[in-house]
């Protein structure tokens, strides 16, 4: 069956599943720069998140690392790491969020969000 986009309608909005909804809504506020609402919407621009408290902290389980590629048209063969989402901007924005983001990303991180926000890679 062929995908008919004018059918499509919406946002992709993704569900995170978290261990302590308060912490989350403040690492997403204070780190990520979102606005959020007491219904767990985490958003900022076109990044949209509802926060939703696990039934149980196994129920959290992050995508892990995919499989190395040669076939890329660079070098790079593939994240370290497992991506659960990934937030495209342009170069010229990347320079100045960085700068912004990098300092609340390490200082979440000394500070154990309890892995809730410190998976933040800039």
């Not at 506020?29 to 949209?48: K, N, P, Q, S, T």
């Not at 497992?82 to 495209?88: L, N």
Request: charged letters at 25%; aromatic letters at 8%; one cysteine or more.
């Amino acid at each position: 069956m062929a995908c008919r986009t004018e059918e499509i309608a919406g946002k992709n909005i993704q569900v995170r599943l978290v261990s302590d909804l308060n912490k989350a809504q403040l690492c997403y506020r204070d780190v990520l720069g979102c606005r959020v609402d007491d219904w767990g919407h985490a958003e900022r621009d076109d990044m949209i998140f509802i926060l939703q408290l696990a039934a149980s902290v196994e129920d959290i389980n992050p995508n892990a690392a995919t499989a190395k590629r040669t076939n890329y048209p660079t070098d790079w063969e593939g994240p370290e790491y497992g991506w659960d989402t990934f937030v495209h901007i342009g170069w010229e924005a990347s320079i100045s969020t960085s700068k912004k983001y990098v300092g609340k990303a390490l200082m979440s991180q000394s500070s154990n969000c309890e892995g809730i926000c410190n998976q933040i890679a800039i």
